[in-house]
C-alpha cells in the first residue's frame, strides 16, 4: 500500500518528522515516511490526491474527559472511514461525566504537533493512547507525522505498543 508515495525510513528523513515524533519513533525501521503538499494533509483530501483506500488511513483525535473539575487528555486512533465514540465508549472508558475533541490550540500546544498532523507517537506520556481494534488489525496504516508536510507509514499493531496504550472497540 503505497499509493503515488514515496515512502522511506523515518531516519533517513528526520526533517518530515515534529520532534516529539522523532524521538518516539527514531531508531525503528518500521516507520516510513512521506513528504506530502501541507494543503492536502486533510484525510479525504489526501488519500483521493495520492491515490489511497479512505480505510488505509486512520486518524489520531485527542479528548478531552472532564470529570470532577479536571480535565484530562487520550489520544484515540480510528480509521478514516469510522466516527470515534467520544460520548460513549471513549467517554466511559476514561470514567469521564463529560468528554469531546480537545480545542486545536490545546492540543497543538502540548504535543508540539502541527493541526493536521496529530499522531500517536511522541505524544505527552501521561495520555492514554485508546487504538480502534480494526486499526490495529490492518497491516499497515497512514498516520500523522506531527508536521502537515508529511505522514507516516506504520504497521496497524504498532500505536497498541506505545506506554499506556489499549486496543479496544472505540467506533459506534
Not at 494543503?39 to 489526501?46: G, I, K, R
Not at 487504538?131 to 490492518?138: C, G, K, P, S
Request: charged residues 25%; aromatic residues 4%; proline residues 8%.
Amino acid at each position: 500500500m503505497t499509493g503515488t508515495l514515496t515512502w522511506q525510513h523515518a531516519d533517513d528523513r528526520p526533517e518530515l518528522l515534529a520532534e516529539p515524533v522523532l524521538a518516539a519513533v527514531g531508531g525503528t525501521d518500521r516507520v516510513r515516511v512521506a513528504e506530502i503538499d501541507p494543503e492536502l494533509a486533510d484525510t479525504a483530501q489526501f488519500c483521493e490526491h495520492y491515490g489511497l483506500p479512505l480505510g488505509t488511513s486512520a486518524n489520531c483525535v485527542v479528548v478531552a474527559a472532564k470529570r470532577a473539575g479536571e480535565i484530562t487528555y487520550a489520544a484515540c486512533l480510528v480509521l478514516a472511514t469510522d466516527r470515534a465514540d467520544v460520548n460513549g465508549t471513549i467517554r466511559r472508558h476514561l470514567g469521564a461525566r463529560k468528554a469531546s475533541f480537545a480545542p486545536m490550540d490545546e492540543t497543538t500546544g502540548a504535543t508540539g504537533m502541527e493541526y493536521g498532523g496529530i499522531t500517536p507517537f511522541g505524544l505527552p506520556e501521561e495520555w492514554p493512547v485508546l487504538v480502534d481494534e480494526a486499526v490495529a488489525a490492518e497491516p499497515e496504516v497512514v498516520v500523522g507525522s506531527g508536521l502537515r508536510r508529511s505522514k507516516l507509514l506504520v504497521p496497524g499493531k504498532l500505536p497498541a505498543e506505545l506506554p499506556g496504550a489499549e486496543i479496544l472497540p472505540l467506533t459506534r
